[in-house]
């Protein structure tokens, strides 16, 4: 007791405004069910496990800690389960997934010798006793951050619905028997609350749903709200009302009243349609969503080392980094720091100490830190709303290069890293090369080049013929397209012409072959499947195709060349009297979300820049508007003047006020895309010497880039992410990697042995160069 009483100035009493975290160890995945139960430091909140508890007592001087410990009950097999009231899982209000319930035991502990003292005890000093009572008390800052991001989702109240002015056409709206005002569409159709039109809703990707006409209509009138006929009952907070101002669905908190405006009594009307939310769930449950699942088959559980699922929600930081050179490292919370909360996440997959066998079920492990420090840059990330794997990848890539400090042999996302090279050649015969680096590979699918067309063609036949008579076509009868991998590799590869194209050479416009070729093979190649396009009239689509992906791919012929002995380059900037101006530079976030949307990088830059980078959708808009405009593919850099039109001024004052020289300022503006962060640290990264990489170039190299990692271009399939659903914002991902000389399916917590991946229904596709493999 002496020895806690002259500790006492290292207890605090906790604010409100305090983080205290006693859910999980933020350096591993303990918690108070863990054997050696959860110390949470009495002085930072922080919580530790039993093995790494002294790492924190060793850095920080810390000896105070509240243990908890939570032994599992035994549960009654009949309990009742509880109805969820709110969109969650394992929380209160929560749906109830029959977790077991657990028993709390509290001591006070004193580092580095265990002294223990029980709690509650009258016997501790007030400052202990207060402290720990605050502590338990208060909520966690982990569940603070799930409440948080589910009800980031919550719908919200309409601006328009409370100031909705409603028009008497004289139309009546019946109780059954809706169809669409303007086509024959007798499903998901929605009221228009303004003036009683009813009009069939979007067509989703998959060519199902409506035809758009409810949409166009908001776009005709301005009427902004709708609610779909059929989720109409007593219970009106089911009904689904949709805002097309704010593209979402959302509250109206007066749709009792806008209802009976129409004569309409709900108060005796029947569920007969879906929600969306409802409709998106149910899609998602075919036949293709268990052939994911491996649903119908008896996957053998896997346990150990390497076979840790995640909890839905690199080597490098488990080999190279110890948990506690991490943690020595980190800063005084952890919890905020990527490279500490990536160094737990890969213990946690990789060390095996939270995959062992249970009776019950595979536990996994919840990624919550790392979420929550990944997602901070990144506002979409930071919901509970699913998110598309391939922006994920990317924006996790992005932020571990950061993390590296400029430092090529502490960066693992250079692994993935390769140069893409485009050669323009004009008839003049000059050419013109741009190069830019990148780390993963969008491919378009040539539906056209499928190796069943016949097959296909029969089926089509069928389909029209059962259509014709009413019956539908069952799910096991459907027949796909099937495209060979390597035929969509050689459509990146493929000659293409560029109309309207500005030769510098001929000082007119003509039309250019564009080629384009890879300058290094990474050791992980990645393959992103564009199976999201447009179809004529802009309707959008999801491509219902098989890709017939090899174990083993040879991509050697994709190799660039390089400028070429004899080849002459086109000037880099046209004469100013010709040059055709463009002084806006692109605002990359509008790009990246354009491109996440499966649209080509350069395009997306022009769709900004030629709508003043007034948002995404009026760059859509444009996009959708110009796709097959003749001069789409041509090169930005060879549109503008100068570099003085590349940059954006204020951006190059920005830089100048920091200290850099205006010549290096606009350099490096040039080849960070206009990002004034990212222009920093190439600064600080390249020495401020050396062309960009994303410049014509006049490079002498034969299509080699000696900064990346390179080798042969044989790979080896060794993981795919498959994605089933209308979008990628509504379905569920699964993953498959090959792992010591077999398949295995990672579904959320649940990881097993599988007997027949999917290799041809990917989204991304993951590859090891077969020379870097042999050489580990």
């Known amino acids: 007791m002496e020895l806690l009483r002259s500790n006492l100035s290292r207890v605090r009493i906790p604010e409100p405004t305090n983080r205290i975290y006693k859910q999980e160890c933020c350096i591993t995945f303990d918690t108070p069910q863990s054997e050696g139960g959860l110390f949470v430091d009495m002085n930072t909140f922080l919580a530790f496990g039993k093995d790494c508890v002294e790492w924190n007592f060793q850095k920080t001087g810390n000896p105070v800690y509240l243990h908890i410990k939570q032994t599992k009950k035994a549960v009654p097999e009949d309990r009742p389960s509880k109805k969820p009231t709110l969109l969650a899982i394992g929380m209160e209000g929560g749906f109830d997934n029959n977790e077991p319930e657990y028993e709390e035991t509290y001591s006070i502990v004193i580092l580095p010798i265990y002294a223990t003292f029980p709690f509650p005890s009258v016997e501790l000093p007030e400052k202990v006793r207060l402290a720990a009572d605050a502590i338990l008390l208060a909520e966690g800052a982990e569940r603070k951050e799930q409440v948080a991001s589910w009800t980031a989702d919550k719908k919200k109240i309409s601006e328009y619905a409370l100031t909705l002015q409603q028009i008497d056409n004289g139309v009546v709206v019946p109780p059954s028997g809706w169809k669409c005002a303007k086509c024959d569409k007798t499903e998901n159709l929605w009221l228009n609350l303004t003036d009683r039109m009813i009009l069939c809703g979007r067509k989703n990707w998959d060519g199902s749903g409506g035809n758009n006409h409810a949409i166009e209509y908001f776009n005709e009138t301005g009427y902004p709200l709708a609610v779909k006929l059929g989720t109409i009952t007593a219970d009106l907070e089911g009904a689904d009302v949709f805002s097309y101002p704010e593209d979402e669905s959302v509250l109206d908190p007066l749709l009792p009243q806008h209802l009976a405006y129409f004569g309409i009594d709900f108060s005796s009307l029947q569920k007969t349609e879906m929600t969306t939310a409802e409709r998106e769930l149910d899609q998602n449950t075919n036949f293709d969503w268990n052939r994911i699942q491996e649903s119908g088959e008896q996957v053998e559980p896997l346990f150990g080392p390497g ?366 895309g206009g990002d004034i962060e990212k222009a920093t640290d190439w600064i600080f990264s390249s020495n401020a010497s050396g062309p960009s990489d994303m410049d014509a170039t006049s490079s002498t190299t034969a299509g080699v880039d000696d900064t990346l990692p390179d080798g042969r271009g044989r790979y080896r399939l060794i993981g795919l992410v498959s994605h089933i659903g209308t979008s990628t914002q509504c379905g569920h991902y699964v993953a498959h990697i090959y792992k010591d000389g077999r398949w295995v399916i990672y579904n959320d917590e649940k990881v097993g042995l599988s007997k027949n991946p999917p290799k041809d229904m990917g989204y991304l596709y993951f590859f090891e160069r077969l020379d870097r493999s042999a050489e580990n």
């Not at 997959?349 to 919840?366: R, T």
């Not at 990624?367 to 990144?378: D, G, L, Q, Y």
């Not at 259509?467 to 009868?477: I, L, M, N």
């Open 307 to 672: 076979y840790t699922g995640l909890i839905n929600l690199g080597n490098r930081y488990y080999i190279n980094q110890s948990l506690k050179t991490a943690f020595d490292f980190a800063p005084a919370d952890p919890t905020v720091d990527l490279n500490m909360q990536l160094t737990k996440l890969a213990y946690g997959l990789l060390s095996g100490k939270y995959s062992i066998p249970n009776a019950e079920k595979q536990e996994g492990i919840p990624p919550r830190m790392f979420k929550a420090v990944i997602a901070a840059s990144h506002p979409e990330f930071s919901t509970m709303r699913q998110q598309d794997a391939l922006e994920f990848f990317l924006h996790f890539i992005d932020q571990v290069e950061r993390t590296s400090g400029g430092k090529p042999e502490m960066d693992p996302s250079r692994s993935f890293k390769f140069g893409i090279e485009e050669r323009l050649e004009c008839p003049s015969g000059k050419v013109a090369y741009n190069r830019r680096h990148d780390y993963i590979l969008s491919l378009n699918v040539p539906v056209h080049k499928a190796t069943n067309k016949e097959e296909i063609e029969d089926f089509e036949r069928m389909k029209a013929e059962k259509k014709a008579e009413g019956t539908e076509v069952f799910a096991d009868e459907i027949l796909r397209p099937r495209v060979r991998l390597m035929d969509c590799l050689d459509s990146f590869s493929a000659q293409e012409e560029v109309h309207d194209f500005y030769s510098t050479a001929l000082k007119a416009k003509t039309t250019a072959i564009k080629t384009a070729g890879l300058t290094s093979f990474p050791d992980y190649m990645v393959f992103h499947m564009r199976k999201f396009v447009m179809e004529e009239g802009w309707v959008p689509k999801k491509l219902d195709v098989y890709i017939d992906v090899p174990d083993i791919i040879d991509i050697s012929n994709m190799r660039s060349k390089g400028h070429q002995p004899g080849e002459e380059l086109l000037p880099e900037a046209a004469p100013e009297s010709e040059a055709e101006p463009n002084k806006v530079l692109a605002d990359e976030d509008i790009v990246c979300q354009l491109v996440s949307m499966g649209f080509n990088y350069l395009h997306c830059q022009k769709a900004a820049i030629n709508t003043s980078n007034a948002g995404v959708e009026e760059a859509m808009n444009w996009l959708l508007s110009h796709m097959d405009d003749p001069d789409i593919d041509a090169p930005i850099s060879l549109e503008v003047q100068s570099d003085e039109v590349l940059v954006d001024p204020s951006k190059v004052d920005t830089l100048v006020s920091f200290g850099f020289e205006e010549e290096i300022a606009r350099k490096a503006l040039k080849a960070s």
